[in-house]
């Protein structure tokens, strides 16, 4: 294995950020401009060298039977230029107004060219030049997109009790159609801060801030993922070698349809809000409701096999999403050096694909878009624990003919006597049952901290407390792919004295106990200690005698523990059997010194 090759990878990458600014050259006026470049080469090279082999039997075999020089070169740039313009006036002391107007471009191309060479006339020099010349390959690859945007906002500010603000943007994207590229997205907000109105404060004096706010905005989405440069292109693929009149040869076609009036997704969000402040600012509660509305939705659309050929992006959809947020917080001292504060934050949003025009499909695994039903949402075959013996076996519905005793054991919802999809429908799924979303549902976090006689502590929780998660069969079966060695925790596999087991029985392949089913669904909520700083101011009198301002040593940590939900048998919704257990991820710790001169 280690005279059988190498391989190689270098990344050279620079990301700077360079502003030029102007100010007062009308008072109150404030220009702007800013150039944020990003460049980076990436080269690959790899080396297969043919090693004999030596076997007990007296065979000869060969590491690598054919030599080969692989290389690949790849050069990335974007580019991000901002023109921006700052105004700010004040009349009679009491009206403010601040307006800002900007104009922002932004590209990216990425270059690749990859080339391999075979069958090399020497074991031990790798280049392309000395290459069997009927084995070459080469490719190179293109992506582009840019965005252009001017926008602008006015904001309104009354004695600081009341609030208007509006804006508007005009967006461009190259990902869409000629005709259907720019699109105009305007937002209005106000508010209105109670507490400073007069009868306020007498009539409700232990309330320091109340402050009502609300706003209503629209903006776009041009792209479903990272994917969709050019569907508004019908674009030619090549196909597979083949052989014809002694000659290899190539086809083209079309493998995807084009998407000829694709334009934004146009993203509207209602909002009303809530501020409040009580016992001297002390403590602190705000709080919001949204509904937002994704109309024009971008998606992949599903369509029969009938059609033969992929699908690009297309506006088919409409998505409605609704949650609340609130933050509360508590900020106090006790005494002359001792200052402390802590804060929790909680919402929840829920999502609903109310419209979509493609063919709503019920499948295995995650949904992504089915109308009526949140987004990625898990179908999958509703497990009942494993078959204990061949009687349950032959009494149970038909799975596969390879299904035995340590087989999971699925519910036959139907009734026919067999575990099926079904037409793969919403009216006719078979025995797919709705396992929950990958969506997170009640997203908290919570921070704490002190101070006292130049030590600081603070510390940053976070977590998801209803969330589902589908285990791919592959990574937890043992020999599903034979490539895949078994982990430590599989050898708790079901055997006949051994029936109460974390696994099935283990095969190669897996057969039916791949099948995705609440077996493999996990719990995925979680909290986690995302952060957490001790540090040490030393006494000013120390630091002034070296000339420096102030001097603090600090310890961070970051990922520095979780607890998450994991299933222990199968995670059923109605009846789940969870363990709550602590595991090691990646973490980080670092040790500094700040000093201020």
Do not use: C
Not at 157 to 166: C, I, M, V
Not at 499 to 507: G, I, K, S
């Amino acid at each position: 294995m280690k005279d059988g090759g190498a391989t190689t990878e270098r990344t050279d990458a620079f990301n700077g950020v360079f502003t030029l600014q102007a100010k007062d050259i009308v008072k109150g006026l404030q220009l702007k401009a800013i150039y944020a470049p990003y460049m980076d080469n990436y080269n690959y090279n790899r080396t297969l060298r043919t090693v004999p082999l030596y076997q007990v039997s007296g065979v000869t075999t060969n590491l690598n039977p054919t030599n080969a020089y692989y290389v690949t070169k790849q050069e990335t740039y974007r580019s991000n230029y901002q023109f921006l313009a700052d105004y700010d006036l004040t009349i009679a002391n009491d009206h403010h107004f601040h307006a800002l107007a900007g104009y922002q471009f932004e590209n990216y191309r990425l270059t690749n060219v990859a080339a391999s060479a075979r069958n090399l006339s020497s074991n031990d020099l790798f280049t392309l030049n000395i290459g069997d010349p009927t084995q070459y390959l080469a490719n190179d690859q293109i992506d582009t997109w840019a965005t252009q945007s001017v926008f602008g906002r006015l904001s309104y500010n009354y004695r600081e009790k009341y609030f208007l603000e509006a804006t508007a943007r005009n967006d461009g994207s190259s990902r869409l159609a000629p005709g259907y590229r720019y699109k105009l997205f305007p937002s209005l907000s106000g508010g209105w801060r109670v507490s400073q109105e007069p009868w306020f404060k007498t009539a409700v004096p232990f309330i320091n801030e109340f402050k009502i706010r609300g706003s209503i905005g629209n903006l776009g989405n041009s792209d479903l993922s990272n994917f969709g440069y050019y569907d508004y292109i019908a674009l030619i693929s090549r196909s597979t070698a083949y052989p014809f009149n002694n000659q290899v040869n190539y086809g083209y076609y079309n493998a995807t349809l084009a998407s000829p009036y694709k334009t934004w997704e146009n993203i509207n969000t209602k909002d009303i809000g809530l501020d409040m402040a009580f016992l001297s600012d002390r403590l602190n509660i705000s709080g919001d409701y949204y509904v937002k509305r994704n109309t024009n939705m971008l998606v992949q659309v599903k369509t029969t096999a009938m059609i033969g050929i992929g699908t690009s992006q297309y506006n088919y959809a409409d998505l409605k999403n609704s949650g609340w947020e609130a933050r509360i917080g508590w900020r106090d001292r006790i005494g002359t050096n001792f200052s402390y504060w802590l804060n929790g934050n909680l919402s929840n949003n829920k999502n609903l694909v109310s419209t979509y025009q493609g063919r709503s499909v019920i499948a295995e695994g995650v949904n992504s878009v089915v109308e009526g039903l949140p987004l990625n949402t898990i179908w999958g075959y509703k497990a009942a624990g494993l078959y204990s013996n061949a009687d349950e076996v032959a009494a149970g519905p038909f799975v596969s003919n390879t299904t035995g005793p340590g087989d999971i054991k699925y519910v036959d919802i139907n009734g026919d006597g067999k575990i099926n999809a079904g037409k793969g429908t919403k009216e006719d799924h078979g025995d797919l049952v709705n396992l929950g979303s990958t969506t997170p549902r009640y997203t908290y976090g919570f921070d704490f901290g002190f101070s006292f006689k130049g030590f600081d502590f603070s510390t940053f929780f976070q977590g998801v407390a209803k969330r589902e998660m589908l285990i791919n069969s592959a990574f937890t079966l043992p020999f599903v792919q034979s490539w895949r060695q078994p982990n430590q925790e599989q050898t708790d596999y079901w055997t006949p004295t051994h029936m109460d087991a974390r696994f099935p029985r283990p095969y190669p392949g897996g057969s039916s106990n791949t099948l995705t089913s609440s077996w493999w669904v996990q719990n995925a909520a979680y909290l986690r200690l995302k952060n957490l700083q001790v540090g040490y101011n030393l006494p000013l009198k120390w630091v002034s005698k070296a000339g420096l301002k102030a001097v603090r040593i600090y310890f961070s940590g970051q990922d520095l523990w979780e607890n998450s939900k994991m299933w222990l048998k199968y995670y059923d919704p109605e009846e789940p059997t969870n363990a709550s257990t602590s595991y090691p991820f990646f973490r980080s710790y670092a040790i500094g010194l700040n000093v201020t001169l």
